[in-house]
């Protein structure tokens, strides 16, 4: 459907106010008024099947996190300064859910801070200035994150200490994929050095989000963890998507790979919208930090982002959502990899509890990736009323993050939707 001159009007508002940087979700781009559970409402109330944002990890405006945050803005928003409870109590909960090893966190307000803070500390730790990231990896918009950011594209230069390594592909990529990832670690480790650079990080989201979705097989990172340390140089683990129990396997994608990190990077769902993140750390890594320098963020963990984040670790807890991630992931992949076996595009489903990733192919045998149907797909289903979009390094990847409270009724209304896109569009 085209867009309603009303709509026109908005877009064309946007570009003056906001500039030419921004961009739209959707050639119909969807007008949000209101948000509840898992859907999303149109200025004509029409709802949406919200499949992809996953900020709102718990649904959208989850009345006990609404009511948190309410109560608190209205007793007192201040900063870290000052001795208060709710940051305390925040910090001690969440610093439960990582292993022992880990036991400060710092607090931001965006995930992209969280990574510079990473970036900062590793190098101040090691030493060096030499930092490894995906190919298609993606950890944020300050000047430091936006360099180890090649998803960005060619226009957003790449630091010169900073190398890329092929993300751990198992569908494209043949043999052991944990030993594939960690010869490219040492390699780029190797590189770094040969020209007097000393590494200083690792930085993997830990379930390579932007690089495609590559969840499998569990504990593949390993090897690649293990390769950094024996070059000097610290683990950092961007948990900013897989984060907070997303993968239905405990709350931290790097648990599954069976690895400690140095460094964890925390964000986006952590407020289910109230933006607050942080950053989880081993104390030794930040003793000399914390000597030479100090750590004030206005707003990065004020009263209302503790108070916030905690109805958040709540609801987690109360409505058992780590385990309905997982029962219900399964079942939706499943649902998906049974449409996959009638859809020739659909050439590979993969995922840890509610983070899916779908491989649109034009060619099952030849794997040939096919950008122009995965972003035909990603509208159609727009129009049917669900909301995803595409991903990895040939935008041809479709990239599934509905909320954790998303249930079997969810996953098969999702079902049947792609199934009739996937009928409409002819692929067989
Ligand atoms: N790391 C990852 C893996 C992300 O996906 C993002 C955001 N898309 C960030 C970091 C940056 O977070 P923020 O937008 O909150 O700065």
New binding site residues.
């Given amino acids: 459907a085209a867009l309603t001159p009303a709509e026109e009007a908005m877009v064309e508002r946007r570009r003056r106010a906001l500039g030419p940087a921004y961009r739209l979700f959707y050639e119909h781009p969807v007008h949000v008024v209101r948000g509840e559970g898992v859907f999303l409402y149109d200025a004509d109330g029409r709802a949406y099947l919200d499949a992809y944002n996953n900020v709102a990890s718990l649904g959208h405006c989850h009345p006990r996190v609404v009511e948190a945050m309410a109560r608190q803005a209205a007793a007192v928003s201040t900063n870290t300064r000052y001795l208060n409870d709710l940051v305390l109590d925040y910090a001690e909960r969440l610093l439960a859910t990582f292993p022992a090893e880990i036991g400060h966190v710092m607090f931001t307000c965006?995930?992209?801070e969280a990574?510079d803070l990473a970036i900062r500390l590793a190098r101040v730790v090691t030493g060096g200035t030499g930092l490894i990231v995906t190919e298609n990896a993606?950890?944020?918009?300050t000047a430091a994150a936006a360099e180890i950011s090649p998803s960005l594209g060619p226009g957003v230069d790449l630091g010169p200490h900073v190398r890329t390594v092929p993300a751990p592909d198992g569908f494209r990529g043949a043999g052991d994929v944990g030993a594939a990832f960690a010869a490219a670690v040492e390699a780029a480790a190797a590189d770094l050095s040969r020209h007097g650079i000393r590494p200083a990080a690792l930085i993997v989201?830990t379930v390579f989000?932007s690089d495609g979705v590559f969840p499998d097989p569990p504990g593949f990172l390993a090897g690649a963890v293990a390769a950094i340390r024996a070059a000097g140089g610290l683990f950092v683990a961007?948990e900013?998507?897989p984060g907070f129990g997303r993968l239905g396997a405990g709350m931290w994608g790097f648990a599954r790979h069976g690895v400690v990190p140095d460094l964890v990077s925390l964000?986006?769902p952590m407020g289910n919208g109230y933006p607050v993140?942080g950053l989880a750390m081993r104390p030794e890594l930040v003793a000399e930090f914390g000597r030479k320098a100090r750590y004030f963020n206005t707003f990065g963990g004020n009263t209302v982002a503790a108070a916030t984040a905690a109805a958040v670790l709540d609801v987690i807890e109360d409505e058992g959502l780590i385990a309905n991630a997982r029962d219900v992931g399964t079942y939706f992949t499943d649902g998906l990899r049974a449409l996959a076996a009638r859809h020739a595009a659909l050439a590979d489903v993969r995922g840890a509890g509610l983070f899916v990733g779908v491989e649109v192919v034009s060619d099952r045998d030849g794997r040939t990736s096919d950008a122009a149907a995965a972003g035909r797909i990603v509208n159609r289903m727009r129009e049917a009323g669900v909301l995803i979009s595409a991903t990895g390094p040939r935008a041809n990847v479709l990239k599934i993050r509905p909320p954790l409270v998303f249930r079997r009724a969810h996953a098969d209304l999702f079902l049947d939707r792609l199934d009739a896109v996937m009928a409409g569009l002819g692929t067989g």
Avoid: R
């Fill in positions: 965006t995930g992209s990574n993606y950890h944020g918009v989201d989000s961007d900013v998507q964000g986006k993140a």
